[in-house]
């Protein structure tokens, strides 16, 4: 399978969105967002819970409508060209996308299947993603066995065997205990250095945010509240501010400061449900 480009046309970003709205009746999930995300870039998108992230995903990833205003991911049109869209991005939701009743290999061998992996290039993406993930000894264990952050590492292996030019993540840490989440996060540079992938996530994970993001966008009530590297936006409030003190100031909310399978599911579920 050879890997894809973006649109050579109209690739001046990874992502960029012009006045993308999405309407629930009178409500405004998601108000006139204007973002233009470069690539090979690690962003955030924060905000409590209601301000639009995840609805802005679910447009970027071609899963709903935008009800006005345009976005191109790749360099294609997210209405006009979803196919092509999907052909080129990685997805991880915040809810399990593992199956825990297979093995790490059965998997992957599931996700090469329906990304359209064959022959003899399979098997070894199949072994290279085992070895990203670093499940190699447990590669024929039950997923059902592993730790919140063994799962997460498969699920980031598996959304990038096809070799996607950009990946969406959804609260990728979620209910991950530090050592965990730091291991995801090293995996997540180490995507971005040697495949120069541009990665947006989703966080409420200050520490996260602060670590991994060039560049980061905070929203609120659907709008976009402000834009720019964890550094910058820190300086603006103070020269002793936190990304939580920023994360404060624009949004109005302060935040409050990992288990196994059954656990982990249960953490994403709740979490999903409260938006």
């Known amino acids: ?21 999405r309407k629930f009746g009178d409500f405004y999930a998601l108000d006139q967002l204007n973002l ?11 905000g409590p819970n209601g301000a639009g992230k995840s609805t802005a995903i679910k447009i970027l990833t071609t899963l709903l409508d935008a009800s ?26 915040q809810m399990l996308s593992a199956d825990g ?9 599931l996700s090469a299947s329906l990304y359209g992996l064959r ?26 066995t592993y730790s919140g952050g063994m799962i997460r590492r498969l699920e980031i292996a598996q959304a990038t065997m096809h070799q996607p030019q950009v990946m969406f993540l959804d609260e990728p840490t979620i209910g991950l205990d530090p050592v965990a989440r730091r291991t995801v996060w090293e ?3 180490e995507l971005k250095a040697t495949t120069g992938m541009t990665i947006l996530l989703t966080t409420h994970d200050m520490e996260e945010a602060d670590y991994l993001c060039d560049q980061l ?7 976009l509240a402000v834009v720019g590297s964890p550094a910058d936006l820190k300086q603006r409030i103070g020269a002793e ?35």
């Open 68 to 93: 006005s205003g345009t976005a191109t991911v790749a360099g294609f049109d997210v209405a006009k060209q979803p196919v092509e869209v999907r052909r080129r991005i990685g997805y991880v939701p």
């Open 36 to 46: 233009s995300i470069p690539h090979q870039c690690i962003f955030g998108l924060l």
């Open 217 to 223: 966008a905070i929203l609120h009530q659907g709008k």
């Open 119 to 144: 022959g003899a290039g399979r098997a070894t993406r199949i072994q290279d993603a085992l070895e990203f993930a670093g499940l190699g000894a447990v590669a024929h264990n039950l997923v059902k």
């Open 1 to 21: 399978m050879q890997r894809l480009t973006m649109n050579p046309a109209t690739s001046a970003y990874s992502i960029e969105t012009k006045a993308l709205t």
């Open 101 to 109: 009743a297979l093995t790490a290999t059965e998997n992957l061998s």
């Open 187 to 189: 995996r997540l540079l």
């Open 241 to 275: 501010a936190t990304l939580s003190d920023v994360f404060a100031a624009h949004s109005g909310v302060v935040l409050e400061h990992g288990g196994h399978y059954r656990e982990i599911r249960e953490t994403r579920s709740t979490a999903q449900r409260l938006g």
